[in-house]
């Protein structure tokens, strides 16, 4: 591994996990002796690197003499991505590859190669990947490196994830015995990945829609702050606001989109200072609609992918699990008795 990276840092600029400030960030590196690949979490995820927080549309005159846009992404290699990631990109390629295409995004996708490591314990006891189809990945990535203690398997995923290979002598096709070994791996982790939600993933949409009137969003909406840390932290989140900033001679301008947040308040503020969502029970209620409902009927995907981080990040301890839960077992509560017994299969 250290000879492998220090030979893609000759040709790449190579980012992955490391250490700062007692927490773990993806960064740039020099050198695998600054890669932490046996990481829980990151602060932000690394949708940073194909939506960046701050980005440049446009480079424009003022007289209307010049405009054109500024892409030029450099060609980068994420190492130690979680599946959990992978998955969220998975969503920001179909979302961001529909109808009008988001050439910013797109070349960022294409100038970069992702390399996931299967997670073989959870990151933290706020994640629940496992209940959201994400705790391993079959796709979306270009490399896919698995710990087995002494050496890394590998899966290439893309001819472009096969190229970072190409060159160094240290990696070898796998044998049978190999096999053995991976296969022992990936099935000992399961045990370690418990069930937290109390319903199905595919059953989210209903279970958010019978509950849109409920009096939970109220609940949630006088404990949170709408500071967006959670928002801000999730891999799946893609919502920006656009500005147009000039020089002092008004000359030359740029125009830029920064990541913005649903849950503050000037985020739905329209012509005529109207609110269409200002009370913080309706931003709740939106946030967990997205997640569960809105991503999954517009794109077949599921619009969270059990991180954990938002959970981690929120400073009053609104908890995806716990508001998924609290909904099931207040809509089973409202349920005749008769009719749970129906559907458990069972007529006492």
């Not at 299967?118 to 994640?127: G, I, K, N, R, Y």
């Not at 070898?172 to 109390?198: S, T």
């Not at 949409?205 to 849109?212: D, K, M, R």
Request: proline share 3%; hydrophobic share 35%.
């Amino acid at each position: 591994m250290p000879g492998w990276v220090e030979h893609l840092c000759l040709q790449y600029r190579v980012v992955g996990p490391i250490q700062k400030y007692g927490q773990t960030v993806f960064g740039e590196v020099t050198g695998a002796d600054e890669l932490c690949l046996d990481y829980q979490s990151t602060v932000l995820p690394p949708k940073k690197y194909l939506t960046p927080q701050k980005e440049i549309l446009l480079n424009y005159r003022m007289d209307g003499s010049h405009i054109e846009a500024a892409i030029d992404p450099d060609q980068t290699v994420v190492l130690g991505v979680h599946t959990c990631d992978i998955h969220a990109m998975k969503l920001f390629d179909r979302i961001f590859g529909q109808g009008f295409t988001d050439q910013h995004y797109q070349s960022h996708r294409v100038n970069s190669c992702m390399v996931s490591i299967e997670c073989l314990q959870p990151c933290s006891d706020q994640s629940f990947c496992r209940d959201m189809g994400t705790a391993s990945v079959a796709d979306g990535y270009d490399l896919h490196l698995i710990d087995l203690g002494d050496a890394y398997a590998i899966h290439v995923g893309t001819v472009k994830g096969e190229s970072l290979l190409k060159g160094f002598h240290y990696v070898f096709d796998v044998v049978e015995a190999d096999m053995v070994r991976i296969n022992a791996r990936l099935g000992a982790k399961w045990q370690k990945f418990p069930y937290r939600l109390h319903s199905e993933v595919h059953e989210l949409p209903e279970l958010l829609t019978e509950n849109y009137d409920s009096e939970l969003w109220q609940e949630l909406g006088n404990r949170c702050l709408a500071c967006g840390m959670c928002t801000q932290v999730c891999p799946t989140c893609y919502c920006f606001d656009v500005s147009d900033e000039t020089d002092l001679m008004l000359e030359e301008g740029k125009r830029v989109r920064r990541w913005d947040s649903c849950q503050i308040h000037e985020f739905a503020m329209v012509a005529g200072g109207h609110n269409f969502r200002e009370r913080l029970a309706a931003r709740q209620r939106h946030r967990f609609m997205r997640k569960g409902k809105y991503q999954m009927d517009a794109f077949d995907m599921v619009g969270c992918v059990g991180c954990g981080r938002c959970a981690r990040a929120c400073l009053v301890h609104i908890y995806p699990v716990e508001v998924f839960n609290e909904l099931h077992e207040r809509m089973n509560k409202e349920i005749p008795q008769s009719i749970l017994e129906v559907r458990d299969g069972t007529f006492n």
